[in-house]
T-cell receptor
Framework: KAGVTQTPRYLIKTRGQQVTLSCSPI?????VSWYQQTPGQGLQFLFE???????NKGNFPGRFSGRQFSNSRSEMNVSTLELGDSALYLC??????????????FGPGTRLTVL | AQKITQTQPGMFVQEKEAVTLDCTYD???????LFWYKQPSSGEMIFLIY??????QNATEGRYSLNFQKARKSANLVISASQLGDSAMYFC????????????FGKGTKLSVIP
């Protein structure tokens, strides 16, 4: 079974631009979560989607948004990029059952650099 | 509030020796799940092992075992017979609370295996 895939793997943008990252979950997984990893803040939860609905949201500004499609694929968008948005963005998928403790499997990440 | 504490920023272990990575957690919810992930320098988060709060026995997965001490709120990862490929960052994480699907991560421990 194929794992979680993320595209693109690397991205360089300039301040003020916007960016869209894509995530395809493991086949049969219906929940997709997004995390930001930076050296200073560590791993932080952005949001989680299930059946095209956002169930959970972390403490990030409104510039960070996401969506999920009917095939469970997800995208996240960051508008008006700031230097501090430079990070590794990780997507994780899980079965999405009622159990919140379902294991989340991660993709390889998208490394975003904002100049 | 949920919190994960990993007090060892870095550790060294001789090849073929066993090593214990510490993790303590804090949550007021009786239902929670604890996870360990490995992150090599490539960036991908690799799931290693899971322990549920109601599990009676300590989890094991091949060379990985989890020393779960509920009363002390600790969930230490034990890696037996260390291999050079085990050199990586290791993160302890938790999901707790009904309806919460977000992982809370510790700051991680960098493990270096010495030949």
């Amino acid at each position: 079974k194929a794992g979680v895939t993320q595209t693109p793997r690397y991205l360089i943008k300039t301040r003020g631009q916007q960016v869209t990252l894509s995530c395809s979950p493991i086949s049969g997984h219906r929940s997709v979560s997004w995390y930001q990893q930076t050296p200073g803040q560590g791993l932080q939860f952005l949001f989680e989607y299930f059946s095209e609905t956002q169930r959970n949201k972390g403490n990030f500004p409104g510039r960070f948004s996401g969506r999920q499609f009917s095939n469970s694929r997800s995208e996240m968008n960051v508008s008006t990029l700031e230097l501090g948005d430079s990070a590794l963005y990780l997507c994780a998928s899980s079965l999405g059952s009622a159990r919140s403790t379902d294991t989340q499997y991660f993709g390889p990440g998208t490394r975003l650099t904002v100049l | 509030a949920q919190k994960i504490t990993q007090t060892q920023p870095g550790m060294f272990v001789q090849e073929k020796e066993a090593v214990t990575l510490d993790c303590t957690y804090d949550t007021s919810d009786p239902s929670y799940g604890l996870f360990w992930y490995k992150q090599p320098s490539s960036g991908e988060m690799i799931f290693l092992i899971y322990q549920g709060s109601y599990d009676q026995q300590n989890a094991t997965e091949g060379r990985y075992s989890l020393n779960f001490q509920k009363a002390r709120k600790s969930a230490n990862l034990v890696i037996s017979a260390s291999q050079l490929g085990d050199s990586a960052m290791y993160f302890c994480a938790m999901v707790s609370g009904a309806g919460s699907y977000q992982l809370t991560f510790g700051k991680g421990t960098k493990l270096s295996v010495i030949p």
